[in-house]
T-cell receptor, first 111, second 114 residues
């Protein structure tokens, strides 16, 4: 599985867009990019995933560069409830469908 | 709809005591099941996963074990707890389809070994 690199922490003002970057320069052609987040003392929550194209759902947008070596998760209007650790994971096909979580980016949304 | 139940929510156990954490999933059949652990201030570590009844794969050597006696039941056990077993234990499930891998997590058990 490709390794990902994320900043340790980021701050964002409430109401502004939060842009969380992720580098995955060793990603291979069949590997998806997944984003999860973990609010303090809770289980991680799935946000979005993508393979090649940009994706958008009710929670966020995922922008994947053309060479697929990096991606950005965008929370269009961050709220205090978006304060959490955000994990970027790259995973391809496999018999076990395992996901390996790194240390993620701690996003602090402030007033 | 699918739900995942994990209990207890918190647990304090002395060193050397046994452990049994249970996880059950409702509303789906033949899921993949997972146990993760998160030490304080650390990322999530995959401990075990299962693709079917009686089929358990271990990711890291440790004094923990897992069992899947029923399709939607996953149990994490230890015969003798160590101080290093303290942490936040999370059970998760995903459909038997790959890809994409969409994990659904329980609310976790916070274990303190004293």
């Amino acid at each position: 599985d490709a390794k990902t690199t994320q900043p340790t922490s980021m701050d964002c003002a409430e109401g502004r867009a939060a842009n969380l970057p992720c580098n995955h320069s060793t990603i291979s052609g069949n590997e998806y990019v997944y984003w999860y987040r973990q609010i303090h003392s809770q289980g991680p929550q799935y946000i979005i995933h993508g393979l090649k194209n940009n994706e958008t759902n009710e929670m966020a947008s995922l922008i994947i560069t053309e060479d697929r070596k990096s991606s950005t998760l965008i929370l269009p209007h961050a709220t205090l409830r978006d304060t959490a650790v955000y994990y970027c994971i790259v995973r391809g096909t496999g018999t076990a469908s395992k996901l390996t979580f790194g240390t993620g980016t701690r996003l602090q949304v402030t007033l | 709809s699918q739900t995942i139940h994990q209990w207890p929510a918190t647990l304090v156990q002395p060193v050397g005591s046994p452990l049994s954490l249970e996880c059950t999933v409702e509303g789906t059949s033949n899921p993949n099941l997972y146990w993760y652990r998160q030490a304080a201030g650390r990322g999530l570590q995959l401990l075990f996963y299962s693709v079917g009844i009686g089929q358990i794969s271990s990711e890291v050597p440790q004094n923990l074990s897992a069992s899947r006696p029923q399709d939607r039941q996953f149990i994490l056990s230890s015969k003798k707890l160590l101080l290093s077993d303290s942490g936040f234990y999370l059970c998760a499930w995903s459909v038997q389809r790959d890809p994409p891998v969409l994990l659904h997590f329980g609310n976790g058990t916070r274990l303190t070994v004293t």
